[in-house]
């Protein structure tokens, strides 16, 4: 090899995705809506399943590509650009589980789904339909989005927002001009860690000239296995969080966690909450920065 793997952090992500992995097809074995887990809830299974994609394919494109021609050489590059993109999206797909099922009563979590939902609709009604079984789909989300507005209009949590916010909220925007920073607080997440880690990967995704430099600076294999591990490492981090937040919803979910042994001891490690990454944000650290 031309570079040096880091092993123990490959190890705990392969034992971290298959704990997640394992939580997950728990829980997918139960499909009976019950007072603990209702309908509305199981969004968290289909998102659960969203993530482990995305966190799995993040690590798949940690290996050099097999791309050849020509003029490039097998394995010869590591795309750790698209590591970046996948590691923003996983981020925020866990930030919108979390969002989900916050805010302390049943209430306004159900509340939040109806809002998420019908935007969900709310936007593929709006998409342009060129065919038969397209504008049927789309006269199917029209009617899902019109059949869940009369319960977000009649919720109290709606009157809640101000007439700014009712108005984005019909036209199909569920976070009500909220921004990803605010989500991470709420899930536990350290502000400062999340807003400079979130923009740096937002680079890539958004093509910014740190994005399109950093691509042209890691020329070699080291340079980008290093950038690569370094988004790797948020993934490994939001596995931990996962892992709780997805036993605390379903009790087949946490049985996997509670008798994972060595991977649950992993999976507490990684759980950072803010306090525990106070310490790298203190005033002397900033200032030593600088």
Known sequence: ?????????????????????????????????????????????????????????????????????????????????????LTRSSLENYLVMTWLLSGGNESLQEFRHNVWEYCGWKKRSKMAATTFDARKVQQAAKEDADALWPLI????????????QRKRVCKGDW????HWNDLAVEAGLHRTYF?????????????????????????????????GTGHLQVIVMLMGHFSHHYASLFPPAKNVLLNAGEVREIAEKW???????????????EQSAD
């Open 1 to 85: 090899m031309l570079y040096q793997r880091k092993e123990e952090l490959e190890r705990e992500f392969g034992l971290l995705i298959s704990l997640m992995a394992d939580m997950i097809t728990a829980q997918a074995m139960q499909h009976d809506p019950t007072a603990e887990s209702p309908q509305w809830m199981f969004s968290q299974h289909d998102l659960a399943k969203k993530l482990f994609r995305l966190m799995w394919s993040a690590r798949s494109l940690l290996e050099p590509s097999p791309f050849q021609n020509r003029t490039i050489p097998p394995y010869s590059y590591i795309d750790h650009s698209s590591i970046a993109v």
């Open 271 to 285: 759980n950072l909450s803010a306090e525990d990454m106070d310490f790298l944000y203190c005033p002397e650290n």
């Open 153 to 164: 209009q009649s919720s109290p949590h709606f009157h809640n927002y101000t007439e700014s």
């Open 195 to 227: 807003t400079s880690t979130y923009h740096f990967l937002s680079g890539h995704v958004h093509s910014d000239y740190i994005g399109a430099i950093q691509n042209g600076q890691a020329i070699t294999l080291k340079d980008q296995y290093m950038l």
């Open 175 to 178: 976070g009500v001009g909220a």
